[in-house]
Nanobody
Framework: QVQLVESGGGSVQAGGSLRLSCAPSRVTYNMAWFRQTPGKEREGVAEISNDGQNTFYGHSVKGRFTISRASARNTVNLDMNSLEPEDSAMYYC??????????????????WGQGTQVTVSS
């Protein structure tokens, strides 16, 4: 089992920035961030490999968001810049992807955090 604790959500105006953090209860391999709005499936935002050397991004956030690993406690950060109202969602951290599965599919991931809300106003 892995417990994932997200932090850093909040409200910001369009064009602003936020940093989300995800702290796992133990060392994990690949980790990812997803987001979800009411009535929609979870959308893959970004994935990072266990060594932090490989990253992947969803099309809608590429160039604006950066996923990284902090040295302390295997924490994964998501730096979100140039935020848009369309980025408003509940953001979830995920860990342990099934081998050979697409990172951007929520069904590929075994463990999930409780989520942190991001609201971007225009």
């Amino acid at each position: 089992q892995v417990q994932l604790v997200e932090s850093g959500g909040g409200s910001v105006q369009a064009g602003g920035s936020l940093r989300l953090s995800c702290a796992p209860s133990r060392v994990t391999y690949n980790m990812a961030w997803f987001r979800q709005t009411p009535g929609k499936e979870r959308e893959g935002v970004a994935e990072i490999s266990n060594d932090g050397q490989n990253t992947f991004y969803g099309h809608s956030v590429k160039g604006r968001f950066t996923i990284s690993r902090a040295s302390a406690r295997n924490t994964v950060n998501l730096d979100m810049n140039s935020l848009e109202p369309e980025d408003s969602a509940m953001y979830y951290c995920a860990a342990e992807k099934s081998v050979g599965h697409t990172w951007s599919s929520e069904r590929s991931w075994r463990f999930w955090g409780q989520g942190t809300q991001v609201t971007v106003s225009s």
